[in-house]
């Protein structure tokens, strides 16, 4: 069945770089290349534009209508979009719009569309307290929605235990022929690598530099690559008495080109995301699909992504004691032969073709019958 679908977000790739925004280009890449007809609704900084995009899908990008005096009433960007996302969709009719925040939600329910809203995310009680005006959008988008999703079991869960409406768990995906694998056991002196932003501290990256001095005692060779925009100077300056053999270690690589990313996870001996509150941890299905096993914390979604010690580890959040020895143990795990190819295949689970393309149209057609 071919079908008219609206993705609805205010921000795009790769103007921001960020799992919400990647999730919504390679939807829309499998989308169109399954014959919908996609539109990618947006904010823009000028007059509205549009334009038709990679994969033949229509981009048509809005300036935000009101967003000044909505920021200034407390509302973030993605909320102050609602305006935006309201007049588009009343002007045009789709068989099913997809939202990837409250406000879109909210703004497609308005329009009597269809709506399968996603929540991109992973909301908890102490994030919403201070944001009554968010929070009440966030529940009406929930409620409201055709089909509420999350992205993961455990962002599920959350969503259900705030909003009282348990969710379909859709999960994003990758392309998987986007990250060849490496599946050589990896050898030489250890490269880990830190793929997010450096400054966004619910990653986790403090955390990381903190367990960095243990890892440097079993590896005195060992390397921390920072592969993210943002500056790191705030977690290196948690180490105290460390700093200076710690930073010695560190290299600040940038976010660099989109071209060089998959390159950086082949490279890598291990991948390290010890992120708070990570709805789901598409590095982690990156640095996999690349043929690199991965450490994360136990938070959110991630240990449903690392769910074998064949492919990394998980440590409780937080710890960095813990931290440095599964990094250990996950650089010896590295140099197995069958670690690699455990990586990939574990990867496959995400493929946009193979499994998650087909669950996200198997959800429309649900949305469609209610």
């Known amino acids: 069945m071919t079908l008219r679908i609206a993705l609805v977000h205010p ?75 309201l007049a588009d969709l009343r002007r045009h009719r789709f068989d099913l719009v997809h939202a990837l925040v409250p406000a879109a939600g909210l703004a497609a329910r308005l329009t009597r569309h269809r709506t399968v809203y996603t929540v991109i995310g992973h909301p908890t009680r102490a994030e919403l307290a201070d944001r009554p005006v968010a929070s009440r959008i966030f529940r009406a988008a929930v409620r409201s929605a055709t089909v509420a999703a999350a992205l993961s079991h455990a962002s599920a869960a959350n969503v259900a235990e705030l909003f009282g409406r348990q969710p379909e768990v859709l999960p994003p995906g990758t392309r998987i022929e986007s990250f060849p694998p490496d599946l050589e056991p990896r050898s030489g002196p250890p490269r880990l ?40 100077s705030w977690a290196l300056a948690t180490l105290g008495a460390d700093h200076d053999r710690v930073r010695a270690a560190v290299e600040v690589m940038g976010a660099g080109d989109l ?68 990094i250990d143990e996950t650089i010896a795990l590295a140099a ?35």
Do not use: Q
Request: hydrophobic residues 40%.
């Open 11 to 85: 921000h795009s790739w790769p103007d921001v770089r960020r799992g919400g925004e990647r999730y919504l280009d390679d939807l829309a890449w499998y989308l169109a290349r399954h014959d919908h007809h996609v539109t990618v609704v947006t904010a823009g900084t000028g007059r509205l534009s549009e334009h038709v995009g990679d994969h033949g899908v229509m981009v048509r990008s809005h300036r935000s209508r009101g967003g000044g005096r909505l920021r200034r009433w407390g509302m973030t960007a993605d909320e102050a979009f609602f305006p935006s996302a």
């Open 336 to 370: 197995l032969d069958a670690t690699p190819p455990a990586c990939a295949a574990r990867a496959r689970a995400f493929s946009w073709d193979d499994a998650v393309g087909p669950r996200h149209e198997a959800v429309y057609e649900e949305a469609l019958r209610r």
């Open 259 to 326: 071209a060089d990313v998959p390159g950086r996870y082949r490279a890598a001996t291990v991948t390290v995301l010890p992120a708070r509150d990570e709805a789901f941890g598409l590095a982690l299905v990156e640095s996999l699909a690349s043929g690199t096993p991965v450490v994360c914390s136990d938070d959110g979604g991630m240990p449903e992504i690392v769910n074998d010690p064949a492919i990394g580890r998980t440590v409780p959040l937080g710890d960095g004691r813990a931290l440095a020895a599964a």
């Open 193 to 232: 690598l830190f793929s997010a932003h450096n400054e966004d501290r619910r990653k986790g990256l403090d955390v990381l530099m903190g367990a960095m001095p243990a890892v440097l005692d079993r590896h005195p060779e060992a390397r921390l690559r920072l592969s993210g925009a943002g500056d790191p």
